[in-house]
């Protein structure tokens, strides 16, 4: 079974300008989250969709960040206008509802550099 | 933030059990324990989770204490390939999961 995939790996952009991160999760996973360690600091959380619905957004950090998850298959993180501090590596985590939903699948990461 | 103390970093030799501890005082009756580890430049992968009672899989055992406050992950026999930050973390009601700072694990041939 493929794994979470997360695009691109890594991304180099210039302070105010926009980036978009995709992920996506194993086929008939529900649960999507997105992740994100930025330097020196712990991962955080950032949000959790079911299906196409936001769960959770309690850890998005201002309204410069996006999130989409249209149709309930692939999601996207939109970050417009990028900061510096924005940057970091950014993960995206599935996992089935019901039985199995504790157990969360990561991808490797996109790592975003804003100078 | 459910909040969890693990120590920076542990050595281990290779072939030998390893135990990490983990402090979760502040433990809640619905919190899940569970254990992730990060490989380099991969994202964290899931190792065992429990709730009261200890827990074995193909990987590791769980060892949680009575009261719920500390738990001990169990590498049987550590391998190169277990040298990771394993991270020790309480799953609240909401499923967000907290990660703390974790325990890099050193594994010496």
């Known amino acids: 079974e493929a794994g979470v995939t997360q695009f691109p790996s890594h991304s180099v952009i210039e302070k105010g300008q926009t980036v978009t991160l995709r992920c996506d999760p194993i086929?008939?996973?529900?649960?999507l989250y997105w992740y994100r360690r930025v330097m020196g600091k712990e991962i955080k959380f950032l949000l959790h969709?079911?299906?196409?619905?936001?769960?959770?957004e309690s850890g998005m950090p201002n309204n410069r960040f996006l999130a989409e998850r249209t149709g309930g298959t692939y999601s996207t993180l939109k970050v417009q206008p990028a900061e510096l501090e924005d940057s970091g590596v950014y993960f995206c985590?599935?996992?089935?509802?019901?039985?199995?939903?504790?157990?969360?699948?990561f991808g490797a990461g996109s790592r975003l550099t804003v100078l | 933030d459910a909040k969890t103390t693990q120590p920076n970093s542990m050595e281990s030799n290779e072939e030998e059990p390893v135990h990490l501890p983990c402090n979760h005082s502040?433990?809640?009756?619905?919190?899940?324990i569970h254990w992730y580890r990060q490989l380099p430049s991969q994202g964290p992968e899931y190792v065992i989770h429990?709730?009261?009672s200890n827990v074995n899989n193909r990987m590791a055992s769980l060892a949680i204490a009575e009261d719920r406050k500390s738990s001990t992950l169990i590498l049987h026999r550590a391998t190169l390939r277990d040298a990771a930050v394993y991270y020790c973390?309480?799953?609240?009601?909401?499923?967000?999961?907290?990660f703390g700072t974790g325990t890099s694990l050193t594994v010496i041939p």
């Open positions: 086929s008939g996973h529900d649960n």
């Open positions: 985590a599935s996992s089935p509802v019901g039985v199995g939903a504790n157990v969360l699948t």
């Open positions: 429990g709730l009261t």
């Open positions: 502040t433990i809640s009756g619905t919190d899940y």
């Open positions: 969709f079911v299906k196409e619905s936001k769960q959770d």
């Open positions: 973390i309480l799953r609240e009601t909401g499923n967000q999961f907290y």
